[in-house]
């Protein structure tokens, strides 16, 4: 199946993963490839049959509604590329 | 028995052997430790050794035992786990460069329980980067070899823990399986791996790749061994919402049980492909033969749905993959890109440095199979055609307790036979793939050696929550055919 550039830049921009133009032919290509192969599924008759979206059925678990408070704010923070305080600090969101 | 180094005990052994006071944690893990130092540079089993860490919990343990106390039944063994688990204090990567210097605020379900069994952490096993591969030829910290022929992969994505495992690196580890990365390795590398029934391990703390479809279990060199480390990991845990309350029978002793009356299922379509390596095929033959003389029975089943597993598993794992991984994003934790002007870029260019080529490929094929016009062609037909997978196992469970198979197509290939095909890569999960997607617990066996000497597995699969069966095939199997555990390397 054949994939434009175009689409391919946009589903990178979907997924946020800036792409060089060598990524982007070869992702090209690879992902037509492997669509392809994949369109095999077409072959299956599945009107009427149920998705399955995990293994084992067992519906949705319920719990009580209840804070259980995590305890070592600093533990997360540490991990921050950029910090300022209690906050993780980004670049600017409106660009320009 | 005489003169078996101390690095080769079984788990078991090594476990008894401390509570009964024949050697020390602190010895046991110091001789563990120096193997390290001299196997991993050649092996590159770990990503994080942990010398300091270990010692001291080694010395704690010790101490403990002294006033007559035992943390439970691993007291004082030293064991690894895949880089995917978090544990708290140690740097968790995933196998990822976007993950270099994470340090996880907490312990996962699976690591808390083995360090709760008294187990010593000696470091964290190598993998493909996010668990995507099968080769651990994918991961940012360097390619692991296989401990058989290090010209050759030790399989993936829990590779890392399989060579370790099998070079005597540790007495077991914690591997993770989305569609063979468990059992898959363990083949290719000689040792046991099991994949339990999705819900019977936590994922809490597993970092996600598919959440419908991985699963963490026990990689050790026997079927006991495996056996005692599931019932340690095993079990209901609130913090993950797919984990399934149902009791953690004694593996162990169904580890023992006689296969007398067990119905083996051969199912037709494993067996007839011409991808499968002869030598594969008559090793899993002899396994069969173990059973029958042994009391069981054979019958042919049918799978009909076999050759659609891969489409399948090829976009219902990227589309979650893709979701799940939206979150390294470089604002709270892992790699940022520098001199980002604005948010978005600073995204787009921290995921383009941070991720590899195969986890990209990964994203972009589920973004695409999610993405607006195509999410009911790709994705929503691959969730039909796995309920149609599902019905072709329960009704062979109704003919057969447990089926099997081979594990993979071929014994381990040379690293970077495969890197440059996507599609060839992923064939040598096409044995391995339909049991995650019908939730059913898998484990491979060592059932024999090719004629390079490379180890070949054999693949059990049960139905739902029947890991004793599994357990006690795949024993049968291991006392029948001893193949050695130890990969025969020079230190």
């Known amino acids: 199946m054949t994939i434009t550039r175009e689409e391919v830049l946009h589903v990178a921009r979907l997924a946020r993963l800036a792409l060089s133009d060598a990524e982007a032919d070869r992702l090209r290509e690879q992902l037509g490839r492997l669509l392809d192969y994949m369109k095999q599924l077409d072959r299956l008759d599945t009107r009427g049959v149920v998705p399955t979206s995990h293994a084992v059925e067992m519906g949705t678990p319920f719990r009580e509604d209840v804070v259980i408070p995590f305890g070592d704010r600093e533990a997360i923070l540490s991990n921050a590329p950029d910090r300022q305080g209690d906050f993780f600090r980004v670049p600017r969101i409106i660009e320009d | ?491």
């Open chain 2, 1 to 491: 028995m005489a003169n078996v180094p101390v690095h080769e005990w079984t788990l078991l052994e090594a476990a008894r052997k401390i509570r009964e006071k024949e050697i020390s944690s602190r010895e046991l893990t110091g001789a563990l430790l120096a193997r390290i130092g001299a196997l991993n540079p050649k092996i590159n089993a770990y990503i994080t050794v942990l010398p300091e860490r270990a010692a001291a919990q080694a010395a704690a343990c010790d101490e403990e035992q002294a006033k007559g106390s035992l943390r439970g039944p691993l007291h004082g063994v030293p064991l690894g786990l895949k880089d995917i688990f978090c544990t708290r204090g140690v740097r968790t990567t995933c196998g990822s460069r976007i993950l270099h210097n994470f340090d996880p605020p907490y312990d996962a379900a699976v690591a808390g329980k083995v360090l709760a069994a008294g187990a010593v952490l000696l470091g964290k096993h190598n993998m493909d980067e996010f668990a995507m591969g099968s080769s651990t030829e994918t991961s940012g910290f360097g390619v692991t070899r296989n401990p058989w022929d290090l010209s050759r992969i030790p399989g993936g994505s829990s590779g890392g823990t399989a060579a370790a495992v099998s070079s005597a690196m540790c007495f077991a580890g914690v591997g993770t399986d989305t569609g063979g990365s468990i059992r898959q390795p363990a083949s290719l590398c000689g040792v046991v791996g099991v994949k339990p029934t999705y819900g019977r391990v936590s994922r809490y703390g597993m970092i996600a790749f598919a959440s419908s479809l991985d699963q963490g279990g026990p990689i050790a060199r026997t079927v006991p061994d495996a056996a005692a480390l599931l019932s340690v990991i095993a079990g209901y845990d609130r913090r993950d919402s797919t984990s399934v309350d149902v009791p953690v029978p004694d593996y162990l002793a169904a580890s023992g049980k006689p296969v007398k009356g067990l119905r083996v299922g051969l199912p037709k379509e494993y067996f007839g492909g011409g991808g499968l390596d002869p030598a594969v095929k008559a090793a899993v033959e002899r396994a069969l033969k173990a059973l029958v003389d042994q009391g069981a029975t054979a019958v042919e089943v049918s799978l009909p749905h076999t050759s659609f597993a891969l489409s399948t598993y090829y976009l219902v794992a990227p589309a979650e993959a893709s979701s799940n991984l939206a979150r390294y994003d470089g604002v709270r934790y892992g790699h940022r890109a520098e001199g980002a002007a604005g948010l978005i870029e600073m995204m787009s260019r921290t995921r383009a440095e941070g991720f590899g080529d195969e986890v990209k490929r990964r994203i972009m094929i589920g973004t695409y199979a999610l993405s607006a016009g195509y999410y009911e062609a790709f994705y929503g037909k691959a969730q039909k055609v796995r309920t149609l997978i599902r019905g072709d196992f329960a009704k062979a469970f109704e003919a057969a307790d447990v089926l099997l198979t081979p594990t993979a197509p071929t014994p381990a290939f040379r690293l970077g036979e495969k890197t440059d095909d996507p599609l060839t890569m992923y064939l040598s999960d096409i044995f391995t793939i339909p049991c995650n997607l019908a939730g059913i617990p898998g484990l491979s066996v060592p059932c024999g050696l090719s004629a390079d000497g490379l180890p070949i597995g054999a693949q059990l699969l049960s139905d739902h929550f029947r890991e004793e069966t599994l357990f006690a095939a795949a024993g049968a199997i291991e006392r029948a055919i001893p193949v050695p555990r130890v990969a025969p390397l020079e230190g």
